[in-house]
């Protein structure tokens, strides 16, 4: 008997400036086993793990079921494990990985009849959005334009000096209620200030100028109305800041916060995001990271019931 082993990055979406648009793929992982069998089953393993759907509402079986919606075939009766490593509800981009890995395991089982890029626009209308799906399965740091199926893919380069931290709070933010705190209009002000710092973040990306990243990762769209929801934010920038990082921002629909910082000073600043936090009584896992060039990965085995 075969199986499908696929592996897909978590992802920080909203970079900056770049709400719904500009996303990357980072170094965790969760990794989804496909395997015909003779009845349907949900296993999960790993953090979190308790709290996957083991039932068809499971976002990487309703993935898998609107592909072959897609395709027009009947879909097969198929065993899924999920082994998670993203932690859900934190920003990092959990339902994306869902959503990819059920595609692209659909795909696999069919015998791959649609290429990567025919994944993504049913991705993006899964998810809504596509600053997270488009990283997950391609890797790397994507700037998405488009509506419906008409989508441009634009990668955008990470230069090999920037570092990445992230500090990951203990406690969840959903999308939706991230969402409800946003306006449904924003001045004109607004508008144009986010469109010119979306243009200086993905030539400082590129380039690595930390003096255009410290003006660049600014944002008026969806960061001012959601550092309410996430306990010490503040506090939490000026320690980054003031360690070496170029600027920190919410990762996703937040919780948690992501710094760009000189891989010189990488280790400070994780120091000084731990140390605000814990000092203000909030538990939260820091880390280093690295982009995620590889995007969603597959490997086939055999194996024995």
Known sequence: MTNFE?????TTGN??????CLGAA??????????????CRITASGAGADRVPKNRANLVYTSFEKFYEHIGQTKPTVAIHVQTQIPLSRGLGSSASAIVGGLVGANL???SPLAVGELLPLAIALEGHPDNVAPALLGGCQLVVGQGHDWQVCPISWHRSLGVAIAIPQFELSTSQARQVLPHQVSMKDAVFNAAHVALLVQALGQGKGEWLRVALQDR?????RRALIPHMDGVRAAAIAAGA???VISGAGPTLLAITPNAKIDAVVQAMHQCWQGAGVSATVMAVHIDK?????QQRECHE
């Open 294 to 298: 590889q995007g969603a990965q597959y």
């Open 221 to 225: 769209l969806h960061q001012p109305y």
């Open 26 to 39: 980072l170094s965790l992982r969760n990794q989804f086993t496909f395997t015909i069998a003779s009845e």
């Open 109 to 111: 089982l069919a015998g």
């Open 246 to 248: 170029y600027g920190m």
């Open 15 to 20: 970079l900056g400036p770049g709400f719904d």
């Open 6 to 10: 696929v592996s897909v990055p978590a």
